[in-house]
Structure formats: structure tokens, C-alpha cells
């Protein structure tokens, strides 16, 4: 008998299927990058981790707050009066000064337009733990939710891999940005029907991973009077909400609840986590913030499996009851990251390279549709596999997404210095005047014949190809493999 089948019989259907979604092109190229990380001395021609939606740009401004605020580590000659009692309290509705703390930053995040309650505030570990527990209370093994396309490939395994719910796609498309329309939303519930799958909720994500858009306040009262009329739940992951750089400002479901008469509020459920807003992926700080008592209570007692540490609940209540470090703090995160954002995607739109609109996340939605040998995904795949083995950027490709359209690509920007930021650009610029080079080397000949005018730039190629960024000896372009592959 084989291992794997011996397996099969030993072991849960759980531990021996593949339900995690780690053989995915996004978890690859992660492990390409593990595999040879890119360090400006020691490995300056590695692979550059663009594929992690972390947020590393105020990390100074975090520091400066944890030195000066020794009593708040538990772990210091200051705060060690507190270490006993920190480190015996376990009580699952958590600390109160912590849950203040946090629906208090919530409601300036959300430019103190809505009001938390306390006592809705849930634990989880991440927004991932805090999905899962939210899937576990709103939906039994086989029923489903609605998830607008493209969409964050974790959803796949945080709501779905343990509890047996299922995830069906409203597709939604680049000729109107991506929108979420009420005929989409009709279209994927209709379809779910036809195939006796029992819908049970829609999951939307505002800010959007991958997008880095917001969703307009039209479109979240449309999606409101939907949830409504087909009685079912919402959930809405935040995580994103602070890293807003530019107008149109983040409107949060909590405030359009307010404005939608007759809205049930007891299928409203929002997940909120520091990861992002605060870049703490590391202290596992997830919410779900519930307006429906029983989630609340169900939730609560779930929250067992994956409390947030004592410890980190000590520290987070007394740094986010500093409004002045939180005011500070938001106010510099943002233009820090609208100034990453406008740097990257000016850079790529210098060699034509467009992106979607965005003014959020970590990330933005850049456009290789025209580098594809064909419109087909394993087109998209195989440019990827050139982007990552060869350009060395792991970059995420649109299909990890369920993007419907092949050819896009996520690009994070917010988890690198400055100098490795300039490296992938000029990677990511070479790398596309190449192989748009190429193609219109093509194009041309093919013109020639045809007597058709060639609508791209040599100018603009030409000089670009002359300046300094050509002769780097880091330029992976000098691979032959690139140049043979291209
Ligand atoms: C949209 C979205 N939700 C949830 C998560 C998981 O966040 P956490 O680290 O808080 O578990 C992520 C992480 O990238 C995300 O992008």
C-alpha cells in the first residue's frame, strides 16, 4: 500500500485533501521567493516579494511609540508590575480597555462617522480566524456565499476549507472597472439556484484585495437592498479601511446601514484586523464585529480556538488609546503609501503600462493584457512564470484572483524599502520595453507588409534603452533566458 493511500484511510479527509489552496500559483510564488530572496548586497539579483500585501512604511512611527511607552510591553523594567496579571487573564470576551480601544480606532478609521459598540467586538486570530468563525455561524457544510470576482485568494481557504461552505463567484469585469452591479449579483444568485446551491450570505471586501478601489456608496446601498430582499447575510471585510491615500474616501457598510431604511441589521457582519491598517499581520489581530446578538454570542464562545494573546491585547489598548500616535499615525500612513503608489504606477505609465484606478491597499491591479502571446490564462501563467523565474518579481497573477479576464496582475508596493522599490521598478520597466520591443519588432515587419501604422512609441523605447538603467549589472535582462524566452 502506497503512503499517500495509506494515508487516505488513516487519516480525515481534512488532513489528506488539498483544501488549503496552497498549490496555487500565489502560494508558488511565494516559495520562489523564500527560495532565493532578493537583499540589495547579499542577493541583489534574487526575487523581489511583491506578491505580500504587507504594509512596512511607518514602521518608525511604531518604534518611536513602543520606546517611549515602556509600561506598555510587559516585558520591560516599567511594565513588569503588570506581567502577573497579564499573563494569568484568559477570559474569551477579552480585555475591556482592549475592545474599547479597538472599536474607538474603528470608528476614526471610518472618519468617526459610525459608533462601535464594545460589546460587539469579537476576537479571532486575523481576519482569517475571524472569516472562518463568521462561515461557522452563518452557514452549514454545503451552502454558499457570493464573492465579487477577482477576489483575495485566502477566502478560499479561511471560509471554506474547515467548515465544507462553498464560494460562488460574481463575475464581475475591466469594461466598468471591476464594478459590483445589481445584475451581476442577480446573475451569480440565479445561476447558484439553478444549481441547488443554497446562498447563504455575500462576502464583499471594501477596500478590495486586489483591486485597491472603493466601493462607491450607490453600489453598497444596492448591495444592502440585495442582501435584503433575498434575506440573507453580509459580510464585509475592512481590513483595508485606513490605507485610503486619495479621494474617493473609504465609506464603510456601517455608515450606509445607517441611511437604508428597513435594513435588517442582524445579516450585517463586518471583519476588521490590524494587519493591514496598522501592518501587525504578526500579533494575529482579527474582529468580527457583528450586529446580530446570537453571531455575537456564537462567535464569542468560537473565539476560544483563536484568542488574541493577553499580551498583545495590553499593548494594542494602550497604543491605539494615544489618539494623538493614532491621528499621527494614520495621517502619515496614508501619505506615505499614496506617495509609494504614485511613484510605482507613474514609473510603469512612463512605459505604457497601465493600472487600474486605485486610491487603497497595499497593492494595485497592473494591466499585461497586451503582453500576452494570446488572451488565454495559460498565456497569463506562462508570462508569469517569466516574470517571476527570470525578471525575478513575485508578482501575483490575475487567475489566483479568479480574475475572469487573463492578464492581470497584483503588485504590492508597500512591503519594501525604497531602494528595493526603485530595483523592481526598473526591473519591471526593462522587462516590459524588452518584450514590448519584440512585439513590435513583430508588429512592424507585419505592417511593412500590410502598410498598417504601428501605434507604439519607438521614441520613448529608444530612450529608455539609452539611460543608465540599461547597462545595471543587476538588470536580469542580461539573462540569456529572458532573451531567448521573449
Ligand atoms: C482581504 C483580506 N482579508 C483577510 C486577510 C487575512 O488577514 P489577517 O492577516 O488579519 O488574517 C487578508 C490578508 O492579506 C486580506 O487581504
Redesign the pocket.
Known amino acids: 500500500m502506497g503512503f499517500i493511500s495509506g494515508n487516505n484511510k488513516l487519516l480525515s479527509k481534512i488532513a489528506t485533501s488539498d483544501g488549503h489552496g496552497e498549490n496555487s500559483a500565489y502560494f508558488d510564488g511565494w516559495k520562489a521567493y523564500e527560495n532565493d530572496p532578493f537583499h540589495l548586497i547579499k542577493n541583489p539579483n534574487g526575487v523581489i516579494q511583491m506578491g505580500l500585501?504587507e504594509n512596512q512604511l511607518c514602521f518608525d512611527l511604531i518604534q518611536e511609540w513602543v520606546v517611549n511607552n515602556p509600561k506598555a510591553s510587559i516585558c520591560t523594567a516599567e511594565g513588569a508590575q503588570d506581567f502577573k496579571d497579564i499573563a494569568i487573564f484568559q477570559d474569551y470576551h477579552g480585555l475591556p480597555e482592549f475592545r474599547k480601544a479597538v472599536s474607538r480606532f474603528m470608528e476614526k478609521v471610518r472618519g468617526d462617522k459610525v459608533t462601535f459598540d464594545p460589546d460587539h467586538i469579537v476576537m479571532s486570530g486575523?481576519?482569517?480566524?475571524a472569516?472562518e468563525t463568521l462561515a461557522f455561524c452563518l452557514a452549514d457544510p454545503g451552502d454558499a456565499f457570493l464573492v465579487p470576482t477577482p477576489y483575495?485568494p485566502?477566502f478560499d481557504r479561511?471560509l471554506r476549507w474547515r467548515t465544507g461552505v462553498q464560494l460562488f463567484p460574481v463575475v464581475c469585469e475591466s469594461s466598468n472597472n471591476f464594478k459590483i452591479t445589481k445584475e451581476a449579483l442577480e446573475s451569480a444568485y440565479e445561476k447558484a439556484q439553478e444549481s441547488n446551491i443554497r446562498i447563504k450570505g455575500l462576502l464583499i471586501?471594501n477596500p478590495s484585495?486586489p483591486l485597491g478601489t472603493v466601493l462607491d456608496r450607490e453600489t453598497l446601498k444596492d448591495i444592502l437592498s440585495f442582501i435584503n430582499d433575498k434575506n440573507i447575510h453580509l459580510v464585509c471585510?475592512e481590513?483595508?479601511a485606513a490605507t485610503v491615500f486619495s479621494q474617493p474616501d473609504f465609506i464603510s457598510i456601517s455608515e450606509v446601514m445607517q441611511e437604508v431604511n428597513g435594513c435588517n441589521e442582524n445579516l450585517v457582519h463586518i471583519?476588521y484586523?490590524l494587519?493591514?491598517d496598522l501592518g501587525f499581520?504578526g500579533f494575529?489581530v482579527?474582529i468580527i464585529y457583528s450586529y446580530n446578538n446570537v453571531v455575537v454570542n456564537c462567535a464569542r464562545k468560537m473565539s476560544s480556538f483563536g484568542l488574541v494573546s493577553t499580551q498583545t491585547q495590553f499593548l494594542i489598548a494602550s497604543m491605539l488609546s494615544d489618539e494623538i500616535f493614532v491621528e499621527n499615525f494614520i495621517a502619515k500612513s496614508s501619505v506615505r503609501l499614496s506617495q509609494r503608489h504614485g511613484l510605482f504606477t507613474k514609473g510603469l505609465a512612463q512605459v505604457g503600462i497601465c493600472t487600474l484606478k486605485s486610491n487603497g491597499g497595499l497593492f494595485f491591479w497592473m494591466d499585461l493584457r497586451r503582453l500576452l502571446k494570446e488572451s488565454t490564462f495559460e498565456a497569463e501563467l506562462d508570462l508569469w512564470h517569466i516574470i517571476i523565474n527570470e525578471v525575478k518579481l513575485n508578482v501575483s497573477p490575475g487567475v489566483s484572483f479568479h480574475c475572469s479576464e487573463p492578464g492581470w496582475f497584483r503588485v504590492c508596493f508597500a512591503n519594501m524599502d525604497d531602494e528595493t522599490m526603485r530595483v523592481a521598478l526598473r526591473r519591471i520597466r526593462h522587462f516590459v520595453l524588452q518584450r514590448k520591443g519584440l512585439i513590435e519588432v513583430a508588429t512592424k515587419k507585419q505592417c511593412r507588409r500590410s502598410k498598417l501604422e504601428i501605434s507604439l512609441s519607438f521614441r520613448r523605447l529608444d530612450d529608455f534603452m539609452n539611460s543608465p538603467f540599461m547597462n545595471s549589472p543587476h538588470s536580469p535582462m542580461s539573462s540569456p533566458m529572458v532573451q531567448a524566452r521573449t
Open positions: 500585501a486575523g481576519a482569517t480566524g472569516h483575495y485566502g479561511d471586501n484585495n471585510d481590513i483595508y471583519v484586523s494587519s493591514k499581520p494575529r482579527g
